[in-house]
C-alpha cells in the first residue's frame, strides 16, 4: 500500500476525553475515529489490526476441530422470554420493534441463537460433540461505554459454543478451547494469565476461566500465588486465613476450648455518635481486625445482615451466590434503621431477625467490638463462637494482598487486568429451556451439556497497545500488525532512492510481505514521527547510501539501527516472518 492513498489522518494530540493510552494513540495514529459513546468507525489500519486478529483466531479455532457459522446480529426477543435472560439482561440488551410490532433485540451474545440453531438440526448422540463459532459485532447499551476500545456499546467478538452429550464430553470440549485460547493469546504476543473465575449461578467449580490480558488500566483484579500456579479473578478467589489472625487460633478451638480463654464478658458500650471503624479504633484502641462490621443488604427484595472483621470488605458476589439472588444492593438508611433498630452505624448480628451471613474470618476474632443494635451503644469484648450465631458461616469477603494462598504456603499478589477472553461451562442451562435434546445409543431422549467461550476482539487491540507501546507510538508484534514492514524512502524525488524503493517494494509484495511505502512528499523527520506513531514492527529508510545498494533496518521495539545490504534486510525480514507463522 502507498501511504499517499491511505486514509490514516494522524493527530498531534489526541482528543482532551481519551484517558487510556490505548485509546489515545488509536486516534492518535489514525486508527480508528469515535461515531457516537461507545461506537466506532475502523479506518483501514484499524481494520487491517481487526483482520489480523482474526485471522490467529480463525486459524486455531479451525486446528481446535470448531466450525465457523455467521449468527444473526437480529433477534427475536421471544427466545430470550424462552431462556428467561428477558428480565435478567436489563437495559444492556438493545430492544426495538419491527414494522409489525415484533419486538427484536441486537445480540449482546448467542446462547439462544445456536441453541435453538443446534437443537433444531442435531437429533442424535452421532452428530455430537460440536463446536460452532463465529466472527461478529456484539451490541451491548453499557453502562459506561469508555477506554476507546476496551468497553464499547458495539464491539467485535469471536463467540464459540460447543454440545456435547455428557459431562465428561464437555470437560473435554472446555480445555480444548482453554489450551486454543492459550495459543491464540501466545500468538498474539499478549502477557495474560488464565485465572478462575466466578461461574454465577451456573457452573460449578473450576467451571470458568478468564484470560487476562495483564496492564494496569484493567478493571479487574487478578489475585495470584507467589509460589503455586493460583490464580483467580477477586470476585472469585479465596484465602485460608486472613492475616493478621493467623496469632489467634481461636477458629480452630471448640467452644469450650474458646470460653475458658481470658475474655471478660460480652460489654455494653455507651458510644455517642461513634459510628465508623476508625472512630472506634481512635476511641478505644482496638485494631481494625478486632472490630466487627455489619452490613445491612437488600437481597431480591429482602433484607439480610453480612458481618465481616473490620478490616475486610464484603465480597458482594459471594454473597449473591449462596443465596442464589439476583439483585443485591446495600439497604438504605431507612430499611437499615427498620431491621437493626437503630440508626446507620451501630448495626451488630445480635438480636437481629434477617438471615445473617458470618464470614469465617469473623469467628476467628477473641474479643472484638462490634454495633449494638441501639442508637449509641455498641458491644466490647465480643466472642463470636461465645455471643452469637454462627450458622450461615462462609466466605464472604474479598482476599487482601498477602492472605495465604488456599492451594499451597504462599503469599497472594494482586495485579490489573484487561478481560480478552473467558470460558464457561453452561452445562445444560440453555438446553434445558430452549429444548436443544438429542437421542443416545439406548434411543433416550437426552439434554445436550454444552460450553461457551467468547473472546473480545475489539478489546484486544486496546488491551495490546496498553501493553506495547512506548512515548512515540504503538510498537505491533509481528503478527498482528496492520503491515508487517514500512519502506520509506528518504527523498521521493532522488531517483536512485526511488528505483531501489521501488525494486525492495516490488520484492516485497511478491513475497507476500504486507509492506507500507511512505511515498508521501514529506520531510524525513515527519515519516519518521509517523512510523513511530503507527507503529508497524520492521522499518527500512532508503537514504543516500541507496547507491551502494545499503539500506536502513530498523525493528520499531529497539533503537539499534544497522546498515544492510537489500538482500541481509530482505532475508532478515523473511526469517522474522517465518518466525511468526510457525
Ligand atoms: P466484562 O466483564 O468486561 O463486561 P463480560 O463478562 O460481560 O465482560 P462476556 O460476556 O464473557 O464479557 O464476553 C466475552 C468477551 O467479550 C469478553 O471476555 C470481552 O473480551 C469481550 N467484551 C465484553 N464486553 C465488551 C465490551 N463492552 N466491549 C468490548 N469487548 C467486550
Ligand atoms: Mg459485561
Redesign the pocket.
Known amino acids: 500500500m502507498r501511504q499517499s492513498q491511505l486514509l490514516a489522518p494522524t493527530l498531534r494530540e489526541a482528543p482532551a476525553d481519551a484517558e487510556a493510552i490505548s485509546h489515545q494513540l488509536l486516534l492518535r495514529a489514525g486508527y480508528i475515529r469515535q461515531t457516537a459513546a461507545g461506537v466506532y468507525s475502523y479506518l483501514p489500519l484499524g481494520r487491517r489490526v481487526l483482520r489480523k486478529f482474526e485471522h490467529v483466531v480463525r486459524e486455531e479455532m479451525d486446528l481446535a476441530g470448531a466450525q465457523e457459522v455467521l449468527l444473526p446480529a437480529i433477534q427475536p426477543t421471544e427466545l430470550w422470554q424462552r431462556s428467561g435472560r428477558y428480565d435478567l439482561y436489563g437495559p444492556e440488551l438493545i430492544r426495538f420493534h419491527d414494522r409489525h410490532k415484533r419486538e427484536f433485540a441486537l445480540g449482546p451474545?448467542h446462547e439462544e441463537v445456536i441453541t435453538t440453531l443446534v437443537g433444531g438440526e442435531v437429533n442424535s448422540y452421532r452428530k455430537l460433540p460440536v463446536t460452532m463459532y463465529q466472527i461478529q459485532t456484539k451490541f451491548?447499551d453499557?453502562r459506561r461505554p469508555r477506554f476507546g476500545?476496551?468497553?464499547?456499546r458495539e464491539?467485535l467478538?469471536k463467540d464459540a459454543y460447543s454440545f456435547d452429550t455428557d459431562g465428561d464430553g464437555l470437560d473435554r470440549s472446555y480445555w480444548n478451547m482453554y489450551e486454543a485460547y492459550r495459543r491464540i493469546f501466545t500468538r498474539m504476543g499478549l502477557q495474560f494469565r488464565a485465572v478462575e473465575a466466578d461461574p454465577g449461578s451456573i457452573g460449578g467449580e473450576g467451571g470458568t476461566h478468564e484470560f487476562m490480558a495483564l496492564a494496569a488500566i484493567g478493571e479487574d483484579t487478578i489475585v495470584s500465588c507467589s509460589l503455586c500456579a493460583y490464580a483467580a479473578n477477586l470476585e472469585k478467589a479465596q484465602s485460608v486465613t486472613a492475616h493478621p489472625s493467623e496469632d489467634e487460633n481461636i477458629a480452630d478451638m471448640t467452644g469450650e476450648e474458646q470460653s475458658m480463654t481470658v475474655c471478660p464478658p460480652l460489654t455494653r458500650l455507651h458510644t455517642p455518635n461513634i459510628r465508623t471503624i476508625e472512630q472506634l479504633k481512635q476511641a478505644f484502641g482496638k485494631a481494625t481486625y478486632q472490630m466487627i462490621k455489619t452490613l445491612i443488604y437488600v437481597a431480591d427484595g429482602q433484607p439480610i445482615a453480612v458481618v465481616v472483621r473490620g478490616d475486610h470488605e464484603v465480597n458482594e458476589i459471594k454473597v449473591k451466590n449462596t443465596l442464589g439472588a439476583v439483585e443485591l444492593q446495600l439497604a438504605d438508611a431507612e430499611t437499615t434503621s427498620r431491621v437493626t433498630g437503630a440508626p446507620v452505624g451501630f448495626a451488630g448480628p445480635i438480636g437481629l431477625s434477617i438471615p445473617v451471613l458470618v464470614d469465617e474470618a469473623v469467628a476467628g476474632i477473641k474479643d472484638a467490638l462490634m454495633g449494638a443494635n441501639e442508637a449509641d451503644y455498641h458491644y466490647d469484648h465480643v466472642v463470636p463462637t461465645r455471643d452469637f450465631t454462627l450458622e450461615r458461616i462462609g466466605d464472604y469477603r474479598n482476599v487482601r494482598e498477602g492472605d495465604r494462598c488456599p492451594r499451597c504456603e504462599g503469599e497472594l499478589r494482586f495485579s490489573k487486568g484487561i478481560?480478552?477472553?473467558?470460558i464457561f461451562k453452561l452445562g445444560t442451562k440453555y438446553s434445558e429451556t430452549l429444548a436443544a435434546t438429542f437421542l443416545d445409543a439406548a434411543g433416550k431422549e437426552q439434554l445436550m451439556v454444552m460450553g461457551c467461550y467468547?473472546?473480545?476482539i475489539?478489546?484486544l487491540l486496546s488491551a495490546t497497545i496498553e501493553q506495547h507501546h512506548d512515548e512515540n507510538g504503538i510498537i505491533w508484534p509481528l503478527a498482528i500488525a496492520p503491515y508487517q514492514v514500512h519502506l520509506v524512502p528518504v527523498s521521493a524525488k532522488d531517483a536512485e532512492q526511488t528505483k531501489l524503493t521501488e525494486h525492495l517494494y516490488k520484492w516485497l509484495r511478491q513475497h507476500h510481505v504486507d509492506v507500507l511505502l511512505d511515498d508521501r512528499d514529506e520531510r524525513l523527520g515527519v515519516k519518521l514521527k509517523d512510523a513511530d506513531l503507527i507503529g508497524i514492527p520492521l522499518r527500512i529508510v532508503v537514504g543516500k547510501d541507496a547507491v551502494n545498494g545499503l539500506v536502513e533496518l530498523k525493528e520499531r521495539s529497539s533503537r539499534d539501527k544497522q546498515m544492510v545490504t537489500v538482500e541481509e534486510a530482505c532475508s532478515y525480514i523473511r526469517a522474522a516472518l517465518e518466525q511468526v507463522q510457525s
Do not use: C, D, Q, Y
Not at 478481560?419 to 473467558?422: A, F, T
Open positions: 451474545t451491548r453499557e476500545l476496551l468497553r464499547g464491539f467478538m478481560e480478552v477472553g473467558h467468547g473472546i473480545g475489539s478489546r
